[in-house]
């Protein structure tokens, strides 16, 4: 995961890409949790705040190009 900072740097194309990889992830840490299978459960809320995170960035970007300051 990276960090708050390494986020603003990432470019916007990388950004969409980890966003798109980190709902994956969730999306089967979340299949495996309702199985029984997920030990560290706290790894769902994790990918959750770094996915908001991810998503937060990413529309703070789309903003600013939508209105240039």
């Keep these: 995961m990276l960090s708050s900072q390494e986020i603003k740097q990432v470019e916007s194309k990388e950004l969409l890409r980890e966003v798109e990889k980190v709902k994956q ?26 996915l908001a995170r991810l998503l937060t960035e990413s529309n ?10």
């Excluded at 992830?25 to 770094?50: A, M």
Aim: hydrophobic content about 20%; aromatic content about 2%.
């Design 60 to 69: 703070r970007r789309k903003n600013q190009n939508l209105n240039p300051k």
């Design 25 to 50: 992830e969730l999306d089967q840490l979340v299949l495996q949790n309702s199985v029984g299978q997920l030990k560290e459960t706290s790894k769902i809320r994790q990918n959750k705040h770094y």
